[in-house]
């Protein structure tokens, strides 16, 4: 009964240990920004600190702005949008993962799930790639050139992403908000960066909230059936989008 009694407890000390360690993964930011309808002045490569943008709003509140080499605690970017047709916003962001132990060039990118309508991304390096002026210019390709990860002395990878929600009608308010978090999404589409040497990962997503008469309201017919949220999420996970469609009022 003893030898059984100290397995059982040596055991539980193992699986606690574990779980100590993934909840002690650590992530640096070197670089982020925040796009809305072509303006990023408020919010841009590892300054800003949000507020106004056009007719909409950015709020950094729970967003941590700490960059390397200090540790990062990710967080979340919410956008509010005002009335306007064919609106985007977009968020870039170069994390990386298990930094102070591991470096820059150490982690591997991936896409999970199917990208809805609207939405439109890009991994790469940041150092060699477009993925920024990509980012800038709203022309995410879909693609993730993020190589191969290898072991010293041709170790692989620095990965930044980049994702964005457009052709969003808004008649009242709108609200797009990223999350970028250490639990992967249960569904829909993210983005997720690993470390290949820890198996750490971040992972990013993607809310959408639009209010009512946004999308194919039709003079005040819109759209009557029950509404089917969609999530979409980047990784440095991340992704997902959740589309909320309201019973238009008639006109």
């Given at each position: ?25 650590q992530v640096s930011?070197?670089?982020?920004c925040?796009?809305v ?24 509140a729970?967003?941590?702005?700490t ?34 132990t591991?470096g ?6 991936a896409?999970?799930?199917s ?6 991304y ?24 993020v190589?191969?990860?290898a072991l010293?002395p041709?170790e692989c990878c620095?990965?930044?992403?980049a994702?964005s929600?457009g052709?969003?009608?808004?008649t009242?308010?709108?609200t ?5 978090t250490t ?14 040497y820890?198996g750490?990962?971040?992972f ?10 946004t999308?194919?309201?039709n ?5 009557t059936?029950?509404?089917?949220p969609?999530?979409?999420g ?9 589309l ?5 009022r008639a006109?």
């Amino acid at each position: 009964m003893k030898k059984n009694l100290a397995l059982l407890f040596a055991t539980l000390g193992f699986f606690a240990a574990v779980n100590q360690a993934k909840a002690a993964t650590q992530v640096s930011l070197a670089d982020w920004c925040v796009n809305v309808n072509g303006d990023s002045a408020t919010a841009c490569n590892g300054g800003g600190s949000g507020g106004a943008s056009g007719t909409s709003s950015i709020s950094l509140a729970s967003f941590d702005k700490t960059l390397e080499p200090g540790s990062n605690t990710l967080g979340t970017v919410t956008v509010s949008l005002g009335a306007g047709a064919g609106q985007y916003v977009s968020f870039y962001a170069d994390y990386d993962v298990d930094f102070a132990t591991k470096g820059s060039f150490a982690d591997t990118g991936a896409v999970v799930g199917s990208l809805p309508a609207g939405a439109s991304y890009e991994l790469d390096d940041p150092n060699s790639s477009n993925i920024f002026s990509d980012f800038a210019a709203n022309t995410l390709g879909n693609t993730n050139n993020v190589g191969t990860s290898a072991l010293p002395p041709n170790e692989c990878c620095d990965v930044a992403f980049a994702l964005s929600f457009g052709n969003i009608n808004v008649t009242s308010t709108g609200t797009v908000t990223f999350a970028i978090t250490t639990t992967a999404p249960t569904s829909g589409f993210y983005i997720e960066q690993t470390n290949q040497y820890t198996g750490d990962s971040i992972f990013l997503q993607e809310t959408t909230t639009l209010g009512p008469c946004t999308v194919n309201c039709n003079g005040g017919g819109g759209n009557t059936g029950t509404p089917e949220p969609s999530t979409f999420g980047l990784g440095l996970g991340l992704i997902g989008v959740a589309l909320v469609w309201k019973r238009c009022r008639a006109a």
